[in-house]
């Protein structure tokens, strides 16, 4: 699994995600609960993704630069 190498700064780099199709009442919650957080659907999801990765046993620092995730 990917460990994250102190070595190494953290550098923010772009990711391309496209070509999803969902079920409209998920896209429906999905909008819904980006909006109640205050937060883009990108992130939400991100963050949802980083929260997955790392109960999976992923090591990484955080999902956005400037920004620590709870290990």
Known sequence: MSEYNAQNPVRPVSITLNGGRVCEGFRSALFEAAGRQGK?????????????LKAAGYHFPAVFPGSRMNA
């Open 40 to 52: 883009s659907v990108n992130e939400l999801v991100l963050e949802a993704a980083g929260e997955s």
